[in-house]
Each structure stands twice: as C-alpha cells, then as structure tokens.
T-cell receptor
Framework: GAVVSQHPSWVICKSGTSVKIECRSL??????MFWYRQFPKQSLMLMAT?????????EQGVEKDKFLINHASLTLSTLTVTSAHPEDSSFYIC???????????FGSGTRLTVV | EDQVTQSPEALRLQEGESSSLNCSYT??????LFWYRQDPGKGPEFLFT???AGEEKEKERLKATLTKKESFLHITAPKPEDSATYLC???????????FGQGTTLQVKP
C-alpha cells in the first residue's frame, strides 16, 4: 500500500531558530500534499495544501511567512517553521494524495517542541 | 459550510461490548468519507473509504456504513487493542480538502 515517510519524528529547538520537516511518498507520486497541525486532545487542523511545482495554498489564519512549504518534486514536500517560538510547539502531520479519490495517506507525524 | 461532527467525544466499553460511533457531515460535494484510527503520538492510520449512500465496508471487528448525512463505525466485540481515537473525515470535491471531525476516543477495558 501507499506509504508516506515523515522526518524527524520529534525535534526540540531553541526559540528563534528554524526547523525543517520532510514528508516523502515512498511508493507513489503525490500530486498533492497537505500539512496539518494537531494540538493535544484535538483533531487535525489543515494548515496548507501544496501541489508539485506551485506555491502552497494556506488556510485562513496560517502565516505563510512563518510556515514555509516547498513541494519541489512529486515525492517530497517540506515544511519549515521559521523563527520558532514556544507557541509553535505542536504535532505536525503531512498527508499525500495520488488522486484524491484514492484516499489520503498520512505520515507518522513530527512532535516539535520549542524551548 | 463543510462540517464534520463526531459523537460521542469519548466512549468507554468493556471488552466484548459492541457499540457504534457516529459521524454527521455536511459537504458541498462528497468525494469520499474516510475513517482513520489514531494512536497517541502517531499519524492517522487509514481504515475505510466510503463513496455513496448505502455503501458498507468491513475489516475484522469494524464495519463502516454511510448515508447521505452520516456514517457509523460499528465495533463488534471490541478488544483492548481497539482502544484509540477514531477520526472521521470528508473529502470535498469542490476544494479537494479533507475535513476532519473532532474524533471519538475509545477505551476498551479488559
């Protein structure tokens, strides 16, 4: 079946630094990738949608200059949290879709802690 | 507005005690209703996709059904390893997005 690999699984960084999270589709080409954020005991909140080779579309309220998304190839999307602050601490999850009707495969998530 | 509501928020069952989880939805164009299982600290694990009213799918102790307004996830004779958060989501044909409900946290006690 379709597999999405997300790295790192956890990261701790200092305030003011930037962190990059990678999301790779291992056995299929992902035309669309999605980035979610999840707070404790809450559901997944969509942050942005990215299509290969084009700019990401951000959800209302998500700062595009803080959360930089790059979808350079059909198998790789990255999320960079720039100038991270403690309030950015959260669980970030990516999802990839080959064709929307075929479903959405999720990565294992990245726990970001900003100290 | 596209919206997904799950109930109950939390459910405690004894091992072997069957029950159902509900997912009510409104979406401008349904491009699939999805059920996922999520364990703490992990990403959602795909369970089922349903596309049209009347459709049913089964996997081990789980069975998902779909109507025009809601979906049910039936759990038959659950085991402690079924304890997890179950997420329902609808795909929108208009936006291509996947909209999630708040989830139902299931605890099955031995």
């Amino acid at each position: 079946g379709a597999v999405v690999s997300q790295h790192p699984s956890w990261v701790i960084c200092k305030s003011g630094t930037s962190v990059k999270i990678e999301c790779r589709s291992l056995d299929f080409q992902a035309t669309t990738m999605f980035w979610y954020r999840q707070f404790p005991k809450q559901s997944l909140m969509l942050m942005a949608t990215s299509n290969e080779g084009s700019k990401a579309t951000y959800e209302q309220g998500v700062e595009k200059d803080k959360f930089l998304i790059n979808h350079a190839s059909l198998t790789l999307s990255t999320l960079t949290v720039t100038s991270a602050h403690p309030e950015d601490s959260s669980f970030y999850i990516c999802s990839a879709s080959q064709e929307l009707n075929y479903g959405y495969t999720f990565g294992s998530g990245t726990r970001l802690t900003v100290v | 507005e596209d919206q997904v509501t799950q109930s109950p928020e939390a459910l405690r069952l004894q091992e072997g005690e069957s029950s159902s989880l509900n997912c009510s939805y409104t979406v401008s164009g349904l491009r699939g209703l999805f059920w996922y299982r999520q364990d703490p600290g992990k990403g959602p694990e795909f369970l089922f996709t349903l596309y049209s009213a009347g459709e049913e799918k089964e996997k081990e102790r789980l069975k998902a059904t779909l109507t025009k307004k809601e979906s049910f996830l039936h759990i038959t004779a659950p085991k402690p390893e079924d304890s997890a958060t179950y997420l329902c989501a609808v795909g929108s044909s208009n936006t291509g997005k996947l909209i999630f409900g708040q989830g139902t946290t299931l605890q099955v006690k031995p």
